[in-house]
């Protein structure tokens, strides 16, 4: 009997409308173990070829909880998206829909309750030919007509979907800009946060899939359960020791935008500077004394650091938004010029709303007013708007242009990289992304580890992937759990590894841990070779070999194309991988029993 | 030194693990293997050493503006009083509404109790406390006729189920016996003891309801998306 694992997963055939069960490979979940893990096998397996478009039904949309999903211990409450990324592409495509994988994932209860329905991935295939809700009451797997859901922003949808289904059930949505295929539209769920990175909003709503609604509390077998109980108090007692419980509990990630300014790190203007004289307007202290109103967790977990509140003055007064988080603080704060709370807390709240990847969105507008205060965008361009840093009404209107595609908002949907691509070789240079995904709320010049962290995320310019070789594997490891990084953070893995082994009765210890981490990297890794991407897209926007930051506490700072090189040299070699193409080598891939999978 | 003292808590997870559940050694032991530090046992999130014991009839009243939604009290009351992870057994539930609220509901052990009124004589299943007032279910005697859950579900705080087979009542909370779980679990501590000389009938209502009053006055600026 497998533990840790219902055995089935759940698929959708969107244009039969019809659902079945597979059974889950068992000699695959030992490899792979779930989550991200699970779902790059899972994407390897269901796309034989390259360069299918992601936009098409032959995309396999899936989301994935793990082997410890549902369990009532803090860390694993999320679920891993895992797709064809809607927003990449390699520098020199040789198939015009090349693009790589994306995985991405939301914390909330989605993922435990998913898990809990009885299925250990739920796999969407095809599209509807008319807009659906998918709603999955354990055994019961129904689609219904979105009707005029469809359209709806998605606090509307959440709340009118919560109010029909009722409170138990738990709710993923898109948002119009999903709907309207924006590249870099995410997923809504229930904790105001979003599965941002890679577009695959823009996926399930060219599906014509607008929410799925999941209720289940069934638990699997369990390897271990009394081990799990006492290993439940044991990461209790751990959290509550860690150094930084009481202040996360309280602020959550909102601190680091101070902190992130002090060390030069924080995403200014379009990424010219890391450090910003407004910053202590945009978080605390102004967030917890004017604006929170409650603390919401995700499951299982006490350090609920999602804030929740609403703008009680001044122009944006009303507004409910999440946060600041830190990556949605940074990129539609700083990195766009803003100097006003109540402007900061309305761009989240809309950008939510239309269901758009803050991060993206952050960046997409940063480069919209550095091109326009460079004279390569003008006015005439931008349908009568003159963006301006900070200019809140206007960047609102923006938003609103790119999730329903009106005007300039038609090529702004498309991202940086084909934006810049359609305005002109003026505008490349000011693209900040790497391998077509828009770069995060971390700066590079004073700290190059995030050269190598955005260089060689496999989902393209992502900050959650690490600094190092063994890091990447660890943290992709906490990926195929579902596991947050924040709880990671305070920690560490070895209570992860401990649960795994309780849960499943496999034998889970660091070796382990680091091989699975290793395989899923390199399998990702194939499968973005396979697309055509190569070294040169490993790097940053050569921008940053220009960019000196002129103020602030790392003044001075730079990054060299120099530097640039011997970061991805030195990569590769402790990869194994060949330097001059990066691809993974014959020997490396045997060491990780994927050479089969490669001709 | 550190003090060791003995609370229900360690004694049911005690019985949970296999241990034998009374012999302070086992479960000495057993507390020390689950904290890596002694001395952090006090910042526990359990707050095993607040443990409060109901001497009089009491409920348990959440604050639900200070709720994060975690679910630790729900995973606790399965894992306490059912040895379960099912949740759909947890005596005490939370529920999700946009704009974001989170609804823990439970049973808030009315006077008047129409659930023990509408019991069918013949199976008498259900029966109130007279030491905590809580009222119990004795599932043996539940046939399964649903006259409690609708009473409830129409007047109260609907928080009476049916369990997976349809064949019993669920949800009634019985107080852990005058200990609750999930009152020492709370990581927020937004779930208090009352005695019931405040009548625990009115603070009964749906979630639902909870959060359509809650709403307008934690987001008093109203919705505006």
Not at chain 1, 75 to 93: C, F, H, I, L, Q
Not at chain 2, 74 to 103: G, K, M, N, Q, T
Request: glycine share 10%.
């Amino acid at each position: 009997m497998a533990h840790g694992y219902s055995g089935k997963i759940l698929e959708i055939d969107l244009a039969a409308r019809r659902h079945s069960l597979s059974d889950t490979d068992m000699k695959a979940a030992e490899q792979y173990l779930g989550g991200r893990g699970l779902g790059i096998k899972t994407l390897w397996d269901r796309l034989p070829a390259a360069g299918i478009d992601a936009l098409s039904p032959a995309n396999p949309l899936m989301f994935w909880p793990g082997p410890l999903s549902g369990l009532p211990l803090a860390g694993p409450s999320r679920v891993a998206v895992v797709t064809k990324a809607a927003n990449t592409s390699p520098a020199e495509p040789n198939l015009p829909h090349a693009s790589t994988l994306t995985w991405s994932s939301i914390g909330g209860h989605f993922g435990p309750t998913l898990k809990q329905a009885g299925y250990d991935g739920l796999i969407i295939n095809g599209r509807a030919d008319r807009p659906v809700i998918l709603i999955i009451d354990e055994d019961q797997v129904s689609l219904r007509n979105a009707g005029d859901l469809w359209g709806q922003l998605t606090s509307v949808a959440l709340a009118r979907l919560s109010r029909e289904l009722g409170p138990d059930f738990r709710i993923l949505t898109i948002g119009p800009s999903g709907e309207n295929g924006v590249r870099f539209a995410g997923i809504t769920g229930d904790v105001k946060r979003t599965t941002a990175r890679g577009g695959a909003g823009a996926v399930m709503g060219a599906k014509n899939l607008k929410a799925i609604a999941v209720r289940g509390s069934r638990p699997v077998p369990l390897h271990n359960a009394d081990g799990l109980i006492a290993l439940r108090g044991n990461i209790t007692s751990l959290l509550a020791a860690w150094n930084n419980y009481a202040h996360w509990r309280r602020w959550g990630a909102t601190p680091l935008l101070l902190s992130a300014d002090k060390a030069g790190m924080l995403t200014t203007k379009n990424y010219r500077e890391g450090s910003w004289a407004a910053v202590d307007k945009l978080g605390l202290p102004t967030a917890e004394r004017e604006f929170w109103l409650r603390h919401t967790a995700c499951a299982f977990c006490p350090l609920k650091c999602v804030k929740i509140g609403q703008v009680t003055t001044g122009s944006w007064r009303g507004a409910i938004a999440e946060g600041p988080g830190y990556s949605a603080g940074a990129m539609l704060g700083s990195n766009c010029g803003v100097t006003d709370f109540g402007g900061l807390m309305k761009l989240i709240s809309r950008a939510d709303d239309l269901g758009l990847d803050p991060i993206a969105t952050g960046n997409v507008l940063g480069f919209v007013m550095d091109l326009y205060e460079q004279g390569i965008l003008r006015t005439t361009d931008l349908d009568g708007l003159s963006p301006t840093w900070g200019d809140v009404p206007v960047l609102l209107q923006l938003l609103d242009k790119i999730a329903f595609r009106q005007g300039c908002g038609e090529f702004l949907a498309q991202g940086v990289k084909k934006a810049a691509a359609l305005i002109g070789s003026a505008a490349v240079p000011f693209a900040m992304h790497v391998k077509g995904q828009e770069l995060a709320g971390w700066n590079v010049p004073a700290s190059h580890d995030f050269a190598l962290v955005y260089g060689t995320a496999n989902r393209g310019g992502s900050h959650q992937d690490g600094a190092s070789i063994q890091e990447q594997h660890r943290r992709t490891f906490l990926d195929a759990l579902c596991v947050c990084r924040f709880v990671y953070g305070a920690i560490g893995t070895a209570p992860y590894q401990r649960a795994v082994s309780l849960a499943t009765g496999w034998n889970c210890d660091d070796s382990s841990m680091l091989l699975i981490g290793e395989r899923i990297w390199n399998l990702e890794k194939i499968f973005n070779a396979r697309e055509g991407f190569r070294r040169v897209d490993d790097k940053l926007p050569a921008r940053f070999n220009e960019i000196s930051f002129r103020n602030g506490p790392k003044a001075g700072a730079t990054f060299s194309a120099a530097k640039q090189e011997s970061l991805l040299d030195s990569y590769y070699d402790g990869r194994g991988w060949d330097k001059k193409t990066s691809l993974p080598t014959a020997e490396k891939l045997t060491s990780l029993g994927l050479d089969k999978l490669v001709k | 030194m550190s003090r060791i003292s003995f609370s229900r808590r360690d004694f049911v997870l005690g019985a949970l693990v296999g241990t034998v559940a009374g012999t302070g050694i086992a479960t000495a032991l057993l507390r020390k293997r689950n904290s890596p530090d002694a001395s952090n046992a006090s910042t526990s999130v359990f707050h095993t050493d607040r443990a409060a014991r109901i001497t009089t009839p009491s409920f348990i009243a959440v604050d639900h503006a200070r709720c994060s939604g975690c679910r630790i009290c729900e995973a606790e009351c399965a894992l306490v009083r059912e040895r379960s992870f099912d949740y759909w057994r947890s005596r005490i539930r939370a529920h999700r509404f946009e704009p974001p609220l989170d609804i823990v509901s439970l049973c808030a052990g009315c006077a008047d109790a129409p659930c023990v009124s509408v019991c069918p004589t013949e199976a008498a299943a259900l029966s109130r406390d007279s030491r905590t007032g809580a009222i119990l279910l004795n599932e043996s005697k539940c046939i399964g006729c649903q006259a409690c859950l609708r009473v409830c579900a129409k007047d109260r705080s609907a928080v009476i189920r049916m369990s997976r087979d349809g064949k019993k009542a669920l949800g009634l909370c019985d107080l852990c016996g005058g200990d609750p779980a999930c009152v020492k679990a709370c990581p927020e501590q937004c779930l208090a003891i009352v005695p019931a000389n405040v009548d625990g009938k009115n603070l009964a209502a749906t979630p639902l309801v909870i959060a359509d009053q809650l709403s307008r006055s934690i987001y008093r600026l109203g919705r505006n998306p």
